[in-house]
């Protein structure tokens, strides 16, 4: 039976209608208008252009696509006599140039048209997004084919979309394609010969990997992971030091992922020369974590360093605990509390060492300790806050959260820990209170603070999809997206 045969056959017909309405239904429960696209299998993400280009198998949100896009735009002004920076998006992007515009369209029968043009036998989609308007691009400049496509864009902030498998996408059988796109044509006037109405030389040449910033990111990430290990133990053996733990490779808000990914945490270390009052010489050291532990039991054994024999164990104790060594990070923040039993920052290493073994109850009582001998308790407010939300009690947690964006707000950051932190993990709160408006404002916020929020959101909470499962939510795709960690997912 041809195609044309199975579209005069009226179960057919009817097996595309139930598609269309299907499609028709999820549209109409929002009041916001939708948009669709659609695609000819169902890919992990919806991706610009620009972003397949430059980073096709990465997530990485630290990359700045909106760079890229504007050195793009700068390149092609000599090529076209357009002047607004949209106008020669839309025009490079309908001339199969790569931007971080992503083609959708207003009319979902146009949608079926592209989720059925391709991949013969493989199943296709349409895709419903409902933009925000600082995303949402209408072409002023006009082209036959942007009108025969009732074409719209979405410039998605990280250059991809995440879209909700139940609530956002109607899966196109690929056994039907043949017969939509008959039905299309037949009934629509929707075919190739109207939705595709030459080549433009700047697009023949374009390569977005030239990009200066491209080249620059890629360089940084292969530096910063390719870095030699200095000699810092030759280093350390004469003289006074002072060592301080810049950053163990992570913000608070990542505490558990650290050294996981073979990555280096920054150390500063002080070479003091007692007999000459004269200029210090401080380096940075770049150490993996099991090199972290060995500076500071170097330290802990030096007898130069009796007075600071608290903090070091405490430092080290960190480590451990980084790592996932609980038992040993217990041991040492013991140790630092006895040689210090007013110690803030050891409670509060305990505490999160207790937790790690799942004694919560022990964890509450040293967090209670360091708030109390703690001017700024931010740290252990948090991970009560996060014990908080553990056991149910999101209401408990929320107060611990707003106290600790409070107090870092008024003092801004305090050691490791910024606002971006504790903004971080209440909008973990907040997803399971389900208050997604304040969630998304929370974690951008967050992300303007430097928190990678998908790296932490896997991190703290394995993901998305174990996080919705786990707890029995659909996240909105707005916020999925933000969180989406390719990798993993």
């Known amino acids: 039976m041809t195609h044309k045969d199975k579209v005069a056959d009226g179960s057919e017909r009817e097996r595309i209608h139930e598609l269309m309405r299907e499609v028709v239904s999820k549209s109409s429960k929002r009041d916001d208008p939708c948009v669709y696209r659609g695609e000819p299998a169902c890919y992990s993400v919806v991706s610009s252009g620009l972003y397949r280009k430059c980073l096709p198998h990465s997530a990485h949100e630290a990359f700045d696509i909106a760079r890229v896009e504007l050195e793009t735009v700068e390149r092609a002004r000599q090529y076209t006599t357009l002047a607004a920076a949209d106008d020669i998006l839309t025009e490079i992007q309908h001339l199969g140039g790569a931007t971080n515009l992503i083609d959708f369209t207003d009319d979902y029968l146009v949608a079926f048209f592209f989720a059925s ?50 609530e956002e996408t109607v899966i196109v059988p690929g056994r039907r394609k043949g017969s939509i796109l008959e039905y299309l044509e037949r009934f629509h006037g929707i075919s190739k010969s109207t939705v595709y109405n030459d080549i433009h030389g700047f697009i023949r040449h374009q390569d977005p990997k030239r990009s200066r910033n491209v080249r620059a990111f890629r360089e940084v990430v292969t530096r910063l992971s390719t870095r030699p290990v200095p000699d810092w133990q030759g280093y350390l053996e004469a003289g006074a030091i002072n060592i301080r733990l810049a950053c163990m490779r992570h913000a608070y808000h990542q505490r558990g992922m650290a050294f996981r990914d073979g990555k280096k945490s920054q150390v ?222």
């Open 117 to 166: 043009d391709g991949c013969e036998g493989e199943d296709g989609r349409v895709v419903l997004h409902w933009p925000e308007s600082d995303t949402m691009v209408r072409p002023k400049h006009t082209m036959n084919r942007i009108v025969s496509q009732k074409s719209v864009f979405v410039r998605p902030p990280r250059g991809f979309i995440v879209p909700d498998a139940r």
């Open 268 to 489: 500063w270390v002080t070479q003091e020369d007692q007999t000459n009052p004269g200029p210090t010489t401080t380096v940075r050291l770049e150490l993996a974590g099991d090199e972290v532990v060995q500076l500071y039991t170097w330290a802990i054994e030096k007898k130069e360093l009796d007075g600071q024999r608290a903090e070091l164990y405490c430092r080290r104790a960190e480590a451990h605990l980084f790592q996932g060594s609980a038992d040993l990070a217990l041991r040492d923040f013991d140790a630092a509390l006895k040689w210090d039993a007013n110690m803030p920052e050891a409670y509060h290493g305990r505490g999160c060492a207790y937790k790690q073994k799942g004694a919560a109850d022990r964890a509450m009582a040293d967090w209670e300790m360091a708030m109390s001998l703690s001017r700024q308790p931010v740290a252990a407010l948090i991970d009560r806050g996060n014990t908080l939300r553990d056991r149910g009690a999101l209401d408990e947690a929320m107060k611990d959260f707003d106290a600790a964006v409070s107090s870092l707000r008024l003092v801004g950051q305090l050691s490791l820990i910024g606002v971006g932190d504790a903004l971080f993990h209440r909008a973990v709160a907040r997803c399971l209170q389900q208050d997604w408006v304040a969630a998304k404002a929370d974690f951008e916020e967050a992300r303007n603070d430097r928190v990678l929020v998908a790296a932490s959101f896997h991190g703290v909470c394995a993901g998305v999809q174990r996080f919705e499962a786990e707890h029995r939510l659909g996240m909105p795709s707005t916020i999925g997206t933000m969180l989406y960690v390719a990798s993993s997912e």
